[in-house]
């Protein structure tokens, strides 16, 4: 009986392992709050860092947005201002053994800083979800989409009358490492 724990033991240590995924991708948003519609398109950089067990994977989730245009559209009037963003989240998720991946994010905190003006600087700032599939037929590629719901409900540190609630589908690519 012992021995056969310990081979379980060691079997499944032997398929635990670290994740590191670093991800390339393209974000396109929209949202609105109150009478404004929001949209807001970016590339995203980011990666996963977590560990793997039988399938199994869970760890820290972070992306940064590049500089981009967030337009604001109220009653026909158009205004851009350039905002960069950014996310730290927890994820789990599974590898199926059919060459897909599913992962589920919480965002701890996702900001949109603004980049110019007199503003510069100042964010708005909440959290969100995520819900992510990967296709893994390509040698060490992962082709990937993903939903985001982000629901940003402070500006510099003060609440929002109305929050802005922004839904983003992105696509991209990955490389993740099972080390």
Same mark, same amino acid.
């Given at each position: 009986m012992k021995k056969l724990l310990l081979a379980m033991i060691i079997t499944v240590s032997a398929s635990a392992g670290l994740l590191v995924e670093p991800y390339l991708g393209y974000e396109i948003g929209s949202g609105e709050a109150g009478s /404004? @519609?929001? /949209?807001f398109n970016t590339s995203v950089l980011g990666g996963r860092v977590g560990y793997t067990? =039988? $399938?199994l994977m869970g760890g820290i989730d972070y992306s940064l947005g590049m500089e981009s245009d967030l337009e604001g559209k109220t $009653? $026909?009037?158009t205004g851009k201002t350039k905002y960069s963003q950014d996310s730290l989240g927890l994820f789990v998720g599974y590898e199926l053994p059919i060459l897909l991946r599913a992962w589920a994010t919480y965002y701890l905190? /996702? &900001? =949109?800083?603004?980049q110019e003006g007199t503003d510069k600087g100042k964010e708005y700032s909440g959290d969100g979800l995520g819900l992510g599939v990967g296709f893994t037929g390509l040698p060490f590629v992962s082709l990937n989409l993903e939903y985001r719901m982000m629901s940003y409900d402070e500006y510099d540190g003060n609440a929002l009358a &109305?929050?802005? @609630?922004?839904n983003f589908v992105m696509v991209g690519v990955s490389l993740p490492l099972d080390l």
């Open positions: /404004t @519609d929001y /949209t067990m =039988l $399938g $009653g $026909g009037v905190s /996702t &900001n =949109l800083e603004r &109305n929050k802005i @609630d922004m």
